[in-house]
């Protein structure tokens, strides 16, 4: 048995497979944390998933301070999270509370409740000897207390009470600026925060006795199924022995201008206008790696499914085929369906799961849309070389707001991150519209330095041989050399 998967063996699943990969496989045992958040957080959902992950031979046990137990079990059922083998103690407060008021005229309530409590919490551990207790809210016992030193004393022996029996606690608070938390925080072995910002929610580690843990504020969900959680994507550093073989086009011409095709685990920019052929032009490489037997994943964020298809069938590009064989996948990615963290995961399993060789994001505006403001550039280092230390070919589409005139590669900044740069330009050549292609950057190997005119037809891509006797290219509008001899 390896170190990780020993250490992983000591750990308590949270229950939420996002969060155990952020705390490298769960909870120590025996210890107590704390779930920080505001009304409506998620901080009972998370409690349920921690609970309902406990083996059948356990008997975990919820104490609820607030609300009450059949509230509890509806919501749980209306998240599908299974809580029959799970043990409630109600401590919240009765109807008849309200309505049959009780008052004590010599001892305050704390002084006369604090007691019936304590003994319930200790007859219920004793009586079901639980390795998992989800307390909520710890704050309530602020009331019991009649002042913070008492407050303190009784939640430290509490938690001393627990770690002798071996029993591992979550727990929550409910702070205000009325009443901070701060001692909670000091006496947790560990905290985690559940907060939203505009319309996403974050979940985040700050701290985690005896163990390391991903830091950073990691994207969360609430949802029909409970609590999801998508850990920020880091530069992984322990990558596969990296292969620079090239990958061909499958079209000699632009193989010969690439010397050989683009390079395997690098990052390719594919830059042009609307409508030049970008998409088309990964697609083409994509159509070669299916030759190999290799599979490859579109992430369109604009065009939708259909269209692509469509524009394939135009230009003698077999998709469906492709999917048919399982070399190709096509997904269809709404801008705002997913937070950048979510979308790493997503292209993260599929690496993992159907070892997928290709990726292409097309395109990076529709890409920067999904981070809903958050660092584009971060975002996008951290996928890219995640995909290259796992040997996969990253193609990016990069549309470019000018037609002809003025070349830009990129408006985000993001171009030192391609390895290879290829750019396809609209040409006006005595009037009418041509295309060409051509090389601006390629980290690994040299290149051609000619530009070369680009058709995309109906039997494919085409590739002339280079436009040696043109100038001006880059500016739209250029002039045969032969033309401005004459002219002079």
Same mark, same amino acid.
């Given at each position: 048995?390896?170190?990780?998967?020993?250490?992983? $063996? /000591?750990?308590?699943?949270?229950?939420?497979?996002?969060?155990?990969?952020?705390?490298?496989?769960?909870?120590?045992?025996?210890?107590?944390?704390?779930?920080?958040?505001?009304?409506?957080?998620?901080?009972?959902?998370?409690?349920?998933?921690?609970?309902?992950?406990?083996?059948?031979?356990?008997?975990?046990?919820?104490?609820?301070?607030?609300?009450?137990?059949?509230?509890?079990?509806?919501?749980? !059922?209306?998240?599908?999270? $299974?809580?029959?083998?799970?043990?409630?103690?109600?401590?919240?407060?009765?109807?008849?509370?309200?309505? !049959?008021? +009780?008052?004590?005229?010599? @001892?305050?309530? =704390?002084?006369?409740?604090?007691?019936?409590?304590?003994?319930?919490?200790?007859?219920?551990?004793?009586?079901?000897?639980?390795?998992?207790?989800?307390?909520?809210?710890?704050?309530?016992?602020?009331?019991?207390?009649?002042?913070?030193?008492? @407050?303190?004393?009784?939640?430290?022996?509490?938690?001393?009470?627990?770690?002798?029996?071996?029993?591992?606690?979550? @727990?929550?608070?409910?702070?205000?600026?009325?009443?901070? $938390?701060?001692?909670?925080?000091?006496? =947790?072995?560990?905290?985690?925060?559940?907060?939203?910002?505009?319309?996403?929610?974050?979940? +985040?580690?700050?701290?985690?006795?005896?163990?390391? @843990?991903?830091?950073? =504020?990691?994207?969360?969900?609430? *949802?029909?199924?409970?609590?999801?959680?998508?850990?920020?994507?880091?530069?992984?550093?322990?990558?596969? /022995?990296?292969?620079?073989?090239?990958?061909?086009?499958?079209?000699?011409?632009?193989?010969?201008?690439?010397?050989?095709? %683009?390079?395997?685990?690098?990052?390719?920019?594919?830059? *042009?206008?609307?409508?030049?052929?970008?998409?088309?032009? *990964?697609?083409?490489?994509?159509?070669?790696?299916?030759?190999?037997?290799? &599979?490859?994943?579109?992430?369109?964020?604009?065009?939708?499914?259909?269209?692509?298809?469509?524009?394939?069938?135009?230009?003698?590009?077999?998709? &469906?085929?492709?999917?048919?064989?399982?070399?190709?996948?096509?997904?269809?990615?709404?801008?705002?369906?997913?937070?950048?963290?979510?979308?790493?995961?997503?292209?993260?399993?599929?690496?993992?799961?159907?070892?997928?060789?290709?990726?292409? %994001?097309?395109?990076?505006?529709?890409?920067?849309?999904?981070?809903? *403001?958050?660092?584009? +550039?971060?975002?996008?280092?951290?996928?890219?070389?995640?995909?290259?230390?796992?040997?996969?070919?990253?193609?990016?589409?990069?549309?470019?707001?000018?037609?002809?005139?003025?070349?830009?590669?990129?408006?985000?900044?993001?171009?030192?991150?391609?390895?290879?740069?290829?750019?396809?330009?609209?040409?006006?050549?005595?009037?009418?519209?041509?295309?060409?292609?051509?090389?601006?950057?390629? &980290?690994?190997?040299?290149?051609?330095?000619?530009?070369?005119?680009?058709?995309?037809?109906?039997?494919?891509?085409?590739?002339?041989?280079?436009?040696?006797?043109?100038?001006?290219?880059?500016?739209?509008?250029? +002039?045969?050399?032969?033309?401005?001899?004459?002219?002079?």
């Amino acid at each position: 048995m390896s170190t990780a998967q020993s250490l992983s $063996d /000591q750990r308590l699943s949270t229950g939420i497979p996002g969060l155990d990969e952020i705390l490298f496989g769960g909870f120590l045992p025996g210890r107590a944390y704390l779930v920080r958040g505001g009304p409506g957080s998620g901080k009972t959902t998370l409690g349920m998933h921690f609970l309902s992950a406990a083996a059948a031979e356990e008997a975990p046990l919820f104490i609820t301070l607030t609300e009450p137990v059949a509230q509890l079990q509806k919501n749980a !059922e209306r998240m599908g999270i $299974d809580v029959r083998h799970i043990r409630f103690l109600d401590l919240s407060p009765s109807p008849q509370f309200f309505t !049959e008021v +009780e008052t004590y005229d010599i @001892f305050s309530p =704390a002084e006369v409740e604090r007691a019936p409590t304590a003994r319930k919490i200790t007859e219920m551990v004793e009586r079901l000897n639980p390795q998992r207790v989800f307390l909520d809210a710890m704050t309530q016992f602020r009331y019991l207390a009649s002042d913070a030193y008492q @407050f303190r004393q009784q939640v430290l022996s509490f938690l001393h009470f627990l770690k002798e029996r071996g029993i591992t606690l979550l @727990f929550t608070s409910e702070a205000s600026p009325e009443t901070p $938390d701060e001692d909670l925080q000091f006496m =947790a072995d560990g905290i985690i925060h559940l907060r939203m910002a505009s319309d996403t929610r974050f979940l +985040e580690v700050t701290k985690f006795r005896g163990s390391a @843990f991903a830091g950073g =504020a990691h994207t969360c969900k609430l *949802g029909a199924t409970g609590m999801q959680v998508f850990p920020r994507l880091l530069p992984d550093m322990k990558y596969e /022995q990296l292969s620079t073989e090239h990958i061909s086009s499958g079209v000699p011409e632009l193989d010969a201008l690439l010397h050989g095709g %683009i390079e395997r685990s690098t990052i390719t920019m594919l830059c *042009g206008p609307s409508g030049v052929g970008k998409t088309t032009l *990964g697609l083409q490489f994509m159509k070669e790696a299916a030759g190999r037997g290799e &599979r490859s994943v579109v992430y369109s964020f604009e065009e939708e499914v259909d269209i692509i298809l469509g524009r394939c069938e135009a230009v003698a590009i077999p998709a &469906r085929s492709m999917i048919a064989a399982g070399t190709l996948q096509i997904l269809k990615i709404e801008p705002l369906q997913y937070t950048a963290d979510e979308f790493a995961r997503l292209v993260r399993r599929d690496v993992q799961d159907h070892g997928t060789r290709l990726v292409m %994001i097309d395109s990076i505006a529709g890409y920067n849309l999904a981070l809903r *403001g958050e660092n584009l +550039e971060a975002q996008l280092y951290a996928l890219s070389k995640y995909l290259q230390h796992h040997n996969v070919t990253l193609l990016l589409v990069v549309e470019s707001a000018e037609i002809t005139g003025n070349f830009r590669v990129t408006d985000g900044h993001i171009s030192y991150l391609g390895d290879t740069i290829i750019f396809i330009r609209y040409l006006e050549i005595h009037g009418e519209m041509r295309k060409a292609i051509g090389v601006l950057k390629k &980290r690994l190997s040299d290149f051609e330095r000619t530009l070369r005119e680009i058709e995309i037809t109906s039997q494919g891509i085409k590739v002339g041989g280079p436009l040696s006797n043109l100038r001006g290219i880059l500016s739209g509008t250029p +002039e045969w050399i032969s033309e401005r001899r004459d002219n002079g």
